[in-house]
């Protein structure tokens, strides 16, 4: 237990700024009060879930949206809050120029400018001390014939290799992967297997991230995890959860055994391990419910799945498996996932000197009603700002 | 032949005003030159699109995006372009008071807000002479528990026979479903048993519509089709295709091949037969491509498919079908699909005094680079306006 | 508690014949030690079940694969053993007469074979005590074309009269649903709303049955519970679980949240309350895994999600749905989940006489052993037999 | 036009020994007349479908199905018959011993049994003569935990390595995946990622094979092959088609749009050129129609797509593209696809001095009714023969 619990206090889940601004879908976005204006905003609200949960140390950014003229200056803001500068996001889908593409697009001259947008993120690194650049191409077609699916993996290579050689020494690159949304038809990196493919080739700062909501229907997603550990290219998680698409919901909320079993496999990958490099990255929308306490309880959910991955009996279970005991393996590994984590994790806290329960504590801090007083005007963050 | 072409001539396809303006994903809307910015340019679009196929004679409307001071007017307007309005389109769900659902939600402030608003769409549909009113709830929660699954169903139910009452003599409302999307856990209209076990409640005036893209993956729409036929409780189609969730691509792009299966069903059932108030709009995006001409091309794909389920064998079929000759049955009817039916619809146009090729004609025609010229500075419609 | 606890004692759970045969995939059937050779042997199995969870008091019957001279003799059998027979599940895809369907087929002489396959399983009812017919319809087809679509709901329609004119005072139907397979184009019965637009014609004796492997991927089958619940139309639950399609694995074993949601919209229509005739069954296969031991789980699996279903602070929930608070009434609702209630139904058993933990109790009682060394020779059951 | 019937007329497809036998769902089997009772009888019937298509020359074996004493003489039997042996698909499902998996079975003594089977495969290639092993694994686990996802990776790469060794110059292996069934929870070889990380690290001999039933629905078909292609690890096809999950229907029946899709990438990536080695297989049932005209319609399935493919004004497309106009662009696409092809492949067939219609002349020759008369007794061959 005192390995599970030290394992447990080291584990570090990094949230995305753009989790603590307005979201929404096509149909509607939804104004909440207290929402941030600014990155300097944004981390303040991260350093809220740090706070509380202890386990939330570093805010990834998202460019441009997180823009700012000094990114030193911003660096040193979080450090007094008491967080760091995680991964930068990349965003090469909402120029206009993007329309048919980013890196992928047919002219050259969009493709040039998506590509130094990339390197501008590595800049961005640079002045932040950021070690981590991810990358999302929303690029694709939405009708069968409207381009060429396969100049456009000539053309993703291309790009991916220029930003590949601009890496400084201890940094990397994580590219993403999705199924669909917003392409339509064909999307240029739909899966894992393309995602991997480009990273091999490109060599061992290149990693793939695993957004738990990027999957068609049915796909084994834990599997996935336990194959890129085993290749050594799994790079990180990008999580939320989903009932049908990539509906960006919290973590653990709509699947929470499937949560544990891509834990276990973490677990079991070495995934926790010191220097694993493996990151933990939040990567979600609150479309309807309050922002702060939406990513509380995220990081909770993973908290807890991580705790009950733990929590397997693995040498019975190794044992059930080597005798082809089915009922018996898979009650090793139910009989975690079913034990009530949550007295564990508030002792845990609690040894930290941190409250027990970390939404409750920070309903009662008074800290929305302070920000929704205070962020009275000016433009809130979105996806689009 | 004869027949074949008589009911091709009467097939009335009605486009969507929403259709014209800029519309995108969460993650961008692209706009467009020559985008529309108000309801009587929409209406002016539309009217090509009639023009040049010959079977677009109709225009939904979609209020509020479509609120203009004097419905009269507009009709008025509609009828000097050649074309009419058709449906009229509520929307519950832009308001920020629909966070948490419109007619379901839990305040009755809010569902006496949103009722008000369909009893307001009934008096457009008298202003305009429209005799269809489509419903469509975006309601439901993102979460378990978030609210309760069959209270929200009293709720709607509640709704629903309020509008219902407020129908006039020849008008209806046909009641729409969609498996998810902006709700991401449980809809309050998800599926067609849902909406049709309602309308059965209801009455008469109270019919099922059936969007092509609302569907989970696998489900047979052509089966629903069927169903829906033989009790009498088919409203109408909202068309458009997709590859994954609700896509809103061009209709019978993604799939031309449901799209006849799905106009066989239609054939096979009366639907095309005069009377049966089976209306056959479209309802459907253009993020990447332009407007007018996508929705030319979505008419003519409908046309396309209708065609070929008009030539199936129905008498070799049915003979095929009686012997149990499995092969037989499925060569006639992929025999009618197989047919390039395209020459015979260029004919058809020609007799009619119609360019053979729509596409062609509309991009000669010059309109394009005129409203190009024209529509500059306002406020290009969208879905927010 | 003790409402909590009288509601669980009073649960009850019945398995099916079938489970304690030899089952497997279209691949291979791979046969196991012990298995019955007869329907007395399944019931003494199914006897087992119930002797270490104390709430399988009943087994359902499949016809043919469980015909025998002498019903009553089978049934005082069961008495004897301490269980009785349940509902009687009609059996009419084997014959080769049904390769094109049976009660659907375009031949008359196969559906008068169907129906009266039906009409028996109503005598068998009779002589047995049963009070419950269930009806699944493979029928369906594999090629667009091969039938006609709607001529087999009418055929379909026909039949199911003539079998519901035939139930005695307290007998009825639940007609089964399943989106495909072993049809794979289009199925008779696909969805709820087929089997409840069917169910809501013929009257009060004709009830849905939910089986949760039956639906397209991404649908909400809690929506549907709660709503059949609504209009008096839940016949019962076939319980299993899938990851993919149709893959009977135990219930629970896939998505255990799933399951208490389902049950909790059970508790909260009222369903298990006293004479709703919501019947809990099993319908699953162990393919891989021992069959008793599969069954014990299963129910305990079921009874564990009520239990946790049961523990949702209602009064709580109500208060936050009513609000509008997404998180809290999220909250509320994962509190109950996330409760081990492996405790509460241990001593529960205790209270009743039973071992703490069924499935040791099983393993150690050596009914394996003795059936493995009993059973040998014989035709072991199956699908097939 | 001449070049592209030259490229029709050099078009290979194979058909599989197990579509002439019986087959059918884990709920029946429905045996059909004419049956062949050995694998003689076999290549007799695929003897028919090339005397009728043409472009039918070989076919693939099943092992053991296909076993026999002497493969010299079943080699010449062939030859004999005008076609040759093809791909070698090993079988290592079948026996109770793979219970729980072959070539990742915790047991090394059932690794040993399973690998063994492979390299026997390789000597019946050395004696008929076939270069391609096809390697399909039923291996994977049903219940979460039940063994361990990543030993069974380390069980797996250690199998194909030694039959990677034993295979002699001219031969390859292609590894086939699947996502589900008969494993429900996690198959080893899901995807193709995994298929293609495991051919890579072996080597040349070394390819993907696409299944086009084996994939999670709304997966896009014809990316893979287009990558794979580009990759030089696109080792052939298993053809057939599906609504739902492997539904094993006759390729281009459920969805002939996406078929005509990756055949475009096949033309379009060089796969139809002379030496590239992309086999095109089928690999299907015909659970319900008869064997022999099933084959045949598949085989002008294949040909029609192949022909539209080719129709395609790839010129015409890459103007369009290279210029981002979406429709027009995708109306150069469906021109080819909208075309009847029908009337270009009679006259190919009879200018090759066949039957211009392939199903009407076997139909009328006769064969059907002598197999029927002559092949009675025996036992029929089927999935488990």
């Not at 981390?43 to 509380?52: C, F, G, K, T």
């Not at 929590?311 to 975690?336: P, S, T, Y």
Request: with cysteine; glycine share 10%.
């Amino acid at each position: 237990m005192t390995d599970i619990k030290a394992t447990l206090l080291a584990q570090h889940i990094e949230t995305p700024s753009w989790a603590y601004g307005n979201s929404g879908t096509r149909f509607k976005v939804f104004a909440q009060k207290g929402v941030p204006r600014d990155p300097y905003e944004k981390l303040a609200d991260a350093a809220q879930v740090h706070a509380y949960t202890g386990i939330a140390p570093t805010v990834a950014l998202h460019i441009p949206w997180d823009k700012v003229d000094d990114y030193a200056d911003l660096a040193r803001h979080a450090r007094e809050l008491g967080v760091g500068i995680g991964a930068i996001n990349s965003n090469v889908f909402q120029d206009d120029d993007y329309m048919l593409g980013s890196v992928t697009h047919p002219s050259g001259r969009v493709r040039r400018k998506a590509t130094d947008h990339l390197l501008e993120c590595v800049d961005i690194m640079d002045a932040t001390g950021s070690d981590t650049l991810k990358l999302w191409f929303s690029d694709g077609i939405n009708y069968p014939g409207q381009d060429d699916i396969r100049a456009r993996q000539d053309r993703l290579a291309e790009s991916l290799a220029e930003v590949y050689d601009r890496l400084g020494g201890g940094q990397r690159f994580l590219l993403e992967y999705k199924l669909f949304e917003p392409a339509f038809y064909a999307t240029d990196v739909p899966d894992w297997g393309t995602a991997y493919a480009h990273c091999v080739k490109l060599g061992p700062k290149a990693q793939v991230v695993v957004d738990t909501g990027h999957h068609a229907p049915g796909v084994n997603i834990e599997f996935i995890v336990a194959f890129l550990l085993r290749e050594g290219k799994l790079g990180g998680f990008d999580f939320n959860s989903r009932f049908y698409a990539d509906d960006d919901l919290m973590v653990g909320a709509a699947d929470p055994f499937q949560l544990f079993r891509i834990m276990y496999e973490v677990v079991r990958g070495g995934g926790l391990d010191a220097g694993t490099g493996v990151a933990f990255m939040l990567d979600q929308c609150h479309n309807i419910e309050p922002k702060i306490p939406g990513q509380i309880r995220s990081v909770m959910n993973v908290q807890e799945a991580t705790a009950k991955a733990l929590l397997v009996d693995r040498e019975a279970l190794a044992a059930a498996q080597a005798e082809g005991d089915v009922l018996g393996a898979n009650a090793v590994f139910m009989d975690a996932y079913n034990t009530d984590v949550r007295p564990l994790l508030a002792e845990l806290r609690e040894e930290r000197g941190l409250a027990p329960d970390p939404m409750a504590a920070y309903a009662k801090s008074g800290y929305f009603e302070k920000i929704a007083a205070e962020r009275v005007g000016g433009q809130q963050a979105g996806w689009g700002a």
